[in-house]
C-alpha cells in the first residue's frame, strides 16, 4: 500500500478523531469557550483574593523607601543647618581676603569647594570659591590668617558632608530601584510577593516543600492514583528500574478539569516517596519580564537537582506549552523560549537525575505536539470528575473534623451532584459549616447541606446545574448506543469507558479505545460511522423522539463518509482522489462529479443508518442493561459493557470482582 505524506497526514487525522469523544462537543466548544472563559476569569479573581489573602496590594515597599527618603532629606538639612545656620554672603576671593585683611573675620573654616569667613559680629558668614584644594595649601590666605590672628578650624564638617554627598549620589539610584520593584509588583499582579529586581530569573526558593499529603487523602481516583504509583516507584529506587532497563518516566501530564484534585495527586506523589516539591504555574513563567522565562526553567531545575528526588510541578501548563507559532499575539517568542528550555531541560534527565515533571493542565487540545512525545510527558493521565461512590468519598474526607448531625447522608449529597469536582465538594462542606455557625449551632444538618449545593451550583454555573430526570434518561440511552454498536461491530474502536457525568456542555461522553493500527479498514469507517449513530438510533427507538445531542456524532459520520468516496477511493466511485485542496484534482472535478460525490454520501449514511436501527433493534435488552447501569453508577468501564452485551444481568455486573471483569476486556 502505498503512503504518501497526505495520506499519512489524514489517517493520522482518522485516529485523533477516534481517540476525540464522539458526542456533541465539536458544536458545543465555541459555546464553551465563553463558558471556559468566565470560568478562567472568576478563577483568576478568586486566585488573587486568596493569594493577597485578603490584604491591600503590597505596597509596602514604595512607602519604606519614602520613608528613607524623607529621613536622608532631613538630615540633610539637619546637617547643613548646623555648618552654617546664619546668613552666608558670598564674596569673590579678592573681596574675602579684603575682608580679612581689615580684620572683619574672626573664624575661618573650610567645606567642600568653598572657603566661610564668620564675621566678627557672627551674624553674616562669607563664603567665597577655594583657589587650591586644601585651605592649606592656599600660601596667601594663610599668611593673611596667621598675620591678623584668625581662628582657623582645621576640623570642619567636611566628614558628615562625604557622608551626606553618598547619600545624595546613591539616593536617585535608591529611588530607581523602588520604583522598579513597585512596577514589578504591579506586572505580576499583586502576587507572588513580587519580584527583587537582582534575583528575578531565580526560582524562588519557597517554591519548594515536602507536602505530608498521601494517597489515602484522596478519595476516588483509583485509576489515576494506580498509574502514578510507577512513579512513585521510580522515585524511590530507581535502580530498580535501570536495572531492569525499564523505560525511565520523566513528565506525567495529568488533564483535567480544574478541580478535580490534580495538585492534590501530584503532592501525594511527593508525600507517598518522600521527594521534594517544586510547584509553579505556567503563567508565573510568562508573566514575566521579557527573557527570564527561559532562565528561571533552569534555575528551577538546578534547585531541583540539588534537592533530589524531587518533584516538579507545573501548573497550567498550557500557559508555556502551546503549539508554537500559534496563540495570542505578543510575548510568544518568550513562551516558545520558556517552552525550549523545559524540553531542553527534559531531554536533559538519565537514571540518576531522579526528576520528575508533572504537568497539569485543563487546555489539553492547544498544547504542543513536542511536550507528548516519547520521552518528555509520555504518560498522560486523564483526571476525571468524580462518580457518585467518588463523590461519597470526598465528602466523607472534607467531613471529617467537622460534626454531622444524624440526618446527614452524604451519600444523598452525592447524589444530586453530578458534575461536581473535588473542589466543589470541598467547598459545600465548607459553606455548610459556615451556616451552621452562623445560626450558633455546632452541628452541620441536612438542610445546611442542601442549601450549600444550591449556593455552590448557582457559583459553578452549568456544572452545577440540576439535570431532569428525562434528560438523565436521554443521555443514558444515547451514550449506551454509542456503547451497544461500540461493543457489538467487530472493526470498531471497543468501549473504554462511558459516564453520564456532564462535561462542558455535552450531557456525557463515551470514550473509546482507539486501536494501534497503520491504516484504517474500509469496514472500520463504515463500522465507526454506525457507533457515532448509536446515539441518535438509541434516542429515536427508546424515547421515541430525537434530540438536539447528537449534532457532532451527524457531522462526524458525514466527514467520515465524505473521506470515504473523496479520499480514500472507497466508494462505487472508484478510486479517485477528490479532496478539495488547492493542490489537488480538484479544478477537474466537474459539477457532475460532484453531485455524484454527494449522492454517494448520502447513500452510505443512509444505508448505515438503516443498519444501525436493524442492530439495536435486535439488542435493545442490552441497550436497557447498559442504560441502567450507567444511570445507577454514572461511569461504566468497557469491560463491564461488554458483560452485559454478553448477556450478563445489571445486578450480576454490579456484583462481579475485578479478575472477573478482566474476562470482557
Ligand atoms: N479526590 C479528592 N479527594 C479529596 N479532596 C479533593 C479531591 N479532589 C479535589 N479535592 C479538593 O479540592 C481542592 C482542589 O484540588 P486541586 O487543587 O488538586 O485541583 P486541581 O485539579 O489541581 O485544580 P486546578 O486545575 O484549579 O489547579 C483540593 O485541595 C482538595 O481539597
Ligand atoms: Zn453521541
Do not use: C, W
Amino acid at each position: 500500500m502505498e503512503n504518501n505524506e497526505n495520506e499519512k497526514e489524514k489517517l493520522e487525522e482518522q485516529k485523533e478523531e477516534n481517540k476525540e469523544e464522539k458526542l456533541e462537543e465539536k458544536k458545543e466548544e465555541k459555546k464553551d469557550i465563553e463558558d471556559e472563559e468566565e470560568e478562567a476569569f472568576r478563577k483568576k479573581v478568586e486566585e488573587l483574593k486568596r493569594r493577597n489573602g485578603g490584604k491591600k496590594p503590597n505596597i509596602s515597599s514604595l512607602t519604606f523607601f519614602l520613608a528613607i527618603f524623607l529621613i536622608v532629606l532631613s538630615a540633610y538639612y539637619f546637617f547643613g543647618n548646623r555648618i552654617s545656620n546664619n546668613s552666608v554672603k558670598e564674596v569673590t576671593y579678592t573681596n574675602f581676603i579684603e575682608k580679612l585683611k581689615q580684620g572683619d573675620i574672626s573664624e575661618v573654616y573650610e567645606k567642600e569647594d568653598n572657603i566661610y569667613g564668620k564675621a566678627i559680629d557672627a551674624k553674616l558668614e562669607y563664603e567665597t570659591k577655594k583657589i587650591t584644594n586644601r585651605i592649606g595649601d592656599d600660601t596667601t590666605i594663610m599668611k593673611v590668617i596667621q598675620d591678623k590672628n584668625v581662628e582657623l578650624k582645621a576640623v570642619n564638617s567636611y566628614a558628615s558632608s562625604i557622608i551626606v554627598q553618598i547619600i545624595l549620589n546613591i539616593l536617585p539610584m535608591i529611588i530607581l530601584i523602588a520604583l522598579f520593584m513597585f512596577i514589578s509588583r504591579r506586572i505580576m499582579g499583586g502576587g507572588q510577593g513580587g519580584v527583587n529586581p537582582f534575583t528575578m530569573g531565580k526560582a524562588k526558593a519557597r517554591l519548594k516543600e515536602k507536602p505530608n499529603v498521601n494517597f489515602k487523602d484522596i478519595a476516588g481516583l483509583d485509576e489515576e492514583k494506580k498509574e502514578l504509583e510507577e512513579v512513585v516507584d521510580f522515585l524511590k529506587d530507581p535502580t530498580k528500574f535501570s536495572k531492569a532497563g525499564a523505560r525511565v518516566p520523566k513528565g506525567v501530564m495529568l488533564v483535567g478539569e480544574p478541580g478535580t484534585g490534580k495538585t492534590l495527586l501530584a503532592k501525594a506523589v511527593a508525600g507517598e516517596s518522600g521527594a521534594s516539591f517544586f510547584n509553579i504555574s505556567g503563567s508565573e513563567f510568562v508573566e514575566m519580564y521579557v527573557g527570564v522565562g527561559a532562565s528561571r526553567v533552569r534555575d528551577l531545575f538546578d534547585e531541583a537537582k540539588k534537592s533530589k528526588p524531587a518533584i516538579i510541578f507545573i501548573d497550567e501548563i498550557d500557559a508555556i506549552g502551546r503549539k508554537r507559532g500559534e496563540g495570542r499575539s505578543g510575548g510568544n517568542e518568550e513562551r516558545e523560549q520558556t517552552l525550549n528550555q523545559l524540553l531542553v531541560e527534559m531531554d536533559g534527565f538519565d537514571t540518576d537525575t531522579q526528576i520528575i515533571v508533572i504537568a497539569a493542565t485543563n487546555r489539553e487540545d492547544v498544547l504542543d505536539k513536542a511536550l507528548l512525545r516519547s520521552g518528555r510527558f509520555d504518560r498522560k493521565i486523564t483526571v476525571s470528575a468524580p462518580d457518585l461512590k467518588a463523590r461519597e468519598e470526598i465528602l466523607k474526607v472534607h467531613a471529617k473534623g467537622k460534626k454531622l448531625s444524624q440526618d446527614v447522608k452524604l451519600e444523598d449529597i452525592a447524589k444530586i451532584t453530578p458534575g461536581y469536582v473535588g473542589a466543589d465538594l470541598a467547598n459545600i462542606l465548607n459553606e455548610a459549616a459556615i451556616l451552621a455557625v452562623r445560626e450558633n449551632r455546632e452541628e452541620i444538618t441536612m438542610k445546611d447541606l442542601d442549601e450549600a449545593v444550591d449556593k455552590i451550583g448557582m457559583g459553578i454555573g452549568r456544572r452545577g446545574k440540576k439535570i431532569s430526570e428525562y434528560d438523565l434518561k436521554l443521555t443514558a440511552y444515547h451514550e449506551g448506543g454509542h456503547a451497544l454498536m461500540a461493543s457489538l461491530l467487530p472493526n470498531a474502536d471497543k468501549v473504554h469507558k462511558l459516564t453520564i457525568i456532564p462535561r462542558g456542555n455535552a450531557g456525557g461522553y463515551m470514550m473509546p479505545l482507539p486501536k494501534d493500527e497503520m491504516y484504517v479498514s474500509k469496514n472500520k469507517i463504515l463500522e465507526e460511522i454506525m457507533v457515532s449513530f448509536g446515539g441518535r438510533v438509541a434516542e429515536e427507538l427508546v424515547m421515541g423522539d430525537i434530540s438536539t445531542g447528537a449534532s457532532s456524532d451527524i457531522e462526524n459520520a458525514t466527514r467520515r463518509a465524505e473521506a470515504y468516496v473523496r479520499y480514500y477511493g472507497m466508494s462505487s466511485l472508484g478510486p479517485i482522489n477528490m479532496v478539495d485542496s488547492q493542490e489537488s484534482y480538484k479544478n477537474i472535478i466537474s459539477s457532475e462529479t460532484n453531485r455524484e460525490i454527494d449522492l454517494e454520501v448520502r447513500k452510505i449514511l443512509k444505508e448505515r443508518y438503516e443498519m444501525t436501527v436493524e442492530l439495536m433493534k435486535q439488542n435493545l435488552e442490552a441497550l436497557d442493561r447498559i442504560a441502567s447501569l450507567v444511570r445507577a453508577k454514572e461511569t461504566i468501564t468497557g469491560q463491564e459493557v461488554r458483560a452485559l452485551v454478553a448477556g450478563k444481568s445489571v445486578d450480576e455486573v454490579m456484583n462481579m470482582t475485578t479478575e472477573e471483569l478482566e474476562e470482557y476486556y
